[in-house]
């Protein structure tokens, strides 16, 4: 039985004159993006590349943690802890303390943040955390967000845990470049994998480091963790600093000559420059060789740089002054960061109508085809429903005058999106049996729609 509401027509009557005709218009922008500029590859889907890394993080973010670690199931706020490293194997030390990161999720928010611990650390004045409230008010795209510090005995120990933004799928400079990586297979023999910088990405590197500590020391802090374990690769050649604020807690002591620290972050950025153009976090211990080294593989402008930073402190020595040295590097940054802006913005033109039309979709498969809804059978072929569902056989299941199925992908895309829209037009909505047809305009379709997927929603158990 058809609603009364809705004009019941002969399947004839379509080829009177006097039946209204509506020229399709199809929507091709919802299926086919033009990006601009035209540089741009033209791919009609997110690159594979992109999908990839952003599926990881996304998958990162919920990995469950291995049975059998034994940590704490609560702290301070934060639960479900995953070590973000090996566990077992040499370990290193941070400073004078054995340390460890986990990814944790917050009460609070339900969001992962990542916890650094250190290890049998009594706290010895409280006022120590006032440095880490100075550090929560840095907000800098170039270094990882320090959220709060606190003490803790859920370890079995004193620990001192600082907690951060978390970066999924991020690595530290040394395991990106310096960590010596198994040779692979390539033409018919295992060969050494390069673990060679290239300059643009050096540039980069510097330009992001060098903006992260003019960043903290305009604030009148210093960062003293630029290391590369300790600076991390959050993205395509993007560059955070993690740890900041700890070592401040660790060797706390409020007569500290910040002028001298920052200088001290000035020789720790030169250093980090040499075992990145060297290929060794040691490389600074014999200097000739790690100055010809660098000479070999990259331009003046980086040894130049490397120096000044390395060499002794003096009146000129600031980050202040590197900039001037790099002006010209900035700039060329700032392209490289606006066309990559372009880019994702053309990314996103591709998928800018996916979440509107998989949310329809969703609708529809929760309503078509239910086998029962408030103690009905037949709720979903009667009433609004009988019109969802001729609806989705007009979409979907549309056959041509030889009986073959119409799958023209424009075509559902065109109809979905004037269903979205609720537009004025109106369609022929034809049953399978051929012996009653509805003329129901998207608007009505749409309202049929929202009213039955609130009836559901209230009747749901979730
Ligand atoms: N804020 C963060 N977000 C995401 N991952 C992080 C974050 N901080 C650290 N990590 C990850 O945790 C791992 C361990 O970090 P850690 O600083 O301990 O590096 P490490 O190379 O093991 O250095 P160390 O030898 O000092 O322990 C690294 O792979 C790093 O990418």
Not at 221 to 226: E, F, G, K, P
């Given at each position: 039985m058809l609603p009364p509401e809705y004009d019941s027509v002969h399947p004839m009557d379509a080829f009177y004159p006097s039946q209204p005709t509506f020229v399709r218009q199809p929507l091709n922008y919802h299926l086919y993006t033009q990006p601009l500029p035209s540089t741009f590859s033209h791919t009609y889907f997110i690159p594979d590349t992109i999908r990839e890394e952003l599926q990881k993080r996304s998958e990162l973010i919920r990995t469950a943690p291995a049975p059998g670690l034994n940590l704490p199931e609560e702290l301070a706020g934060y639960h479900t802890l995953v070590p973000l490293e090996h566990v077992g194997g040499e370990r290193r030390k941070f400073g004078n303390w054995y340390s460890s990161v986990y990814r944790a999720t917050s009460s609070k928010d339900g969001s992962a943040y990542a916890l650094r611990r250190i290890e049998n650390y009594r706290l010895a004045?409280?006022?120590?955390?006032t440095v880490i409230e100075k550090w929560a008010r840095i907000h800098h795209p170039n270094i990882i967000y320090v959220r709060e510090a606190f003490t803790t005995r859920a370890f079995n120990d004193n620990s001192l845990v600082v907690a951060y933004d978390y970066h999924p799928n991020s690595t530290t400079l040394f395991e990106a470049h310096i960590k010596p990586k198994a040779p692979i297979f390539a033409n018919g023999r295992l060969q050494a994998q390069s673990q060679y910088v290239p300059e643009r990405t050096l540039w980069t590197y510097i330009v992001q480091i060098a903006n992260a500590i003019k960043g903290v020391h305009d604030q009148g802090?210093?960062?003293?963790?630029?290391d590369v374990t300790k600076v991390l690769i959050t993205g395509k050649n993007r560059i955070r600093i993690s740890s900041c604020g700890i070592v401040d807690v660790l060797t706390f002591d409020a007569r500290q000559d910040m002028a001298l620290l920052q200088q001290e972050d000035l020789v720790m950025f030169g250093r980090l420059i040499f075992a990145l153009c060297c290929s060794n976090i040691a490389a600074i211990g014999n200097m000739q060789k790690a100055v010809d080294t660098l000479s070999k593989n990259y331009t003046n402008d980086v040894k130049n740089v490397a120096l000044f930073l390395v060499t002794k402190p003096g009146p000129h020595k600031s980050i202040g002054h590197l900039f001037d040295m790099i002006g010209s590097r900035l700039l060329i940054e700032m392209d490289e960061m606006q066309n990559s802006v372009d880019r994702l913005e053309s990314e996103l033109m591709s998928e800018l109508e996916n979440s509107r039309l998989v949310r329809l979709l969703c609708k529809m498969g929760f309503i078509n085809e239910r086998p029962e809804f408030v103690h009905e059978p037949r709720w979903s072929e009667t009433g609004d429903r009988y019109i969802i569902k001729l609806f989705r056989d007009y979409v979907f299941h549309q056959v041509d005058e030889n009986g073959n199925p119409v799958v023209n992908l424009s075509h559902v895309l065109t109809c979905l999106s004037k269903l979205d829209a609720g537009t004025d037009e109106r369609i022929m909505l034809v049953s399978r049996d051929e012996q009653s047809c509805l003329v129901v305009s998207y608007k009505e379709i749409k309202a049929c729609m929202d009213s039955t997927f609130s009836d559901l929603a209230r009747g749901s158990s979730s």
């Open positions: 004045q409280q006022t120590a955390f802090l210093a960062v003293r963790t630029i």
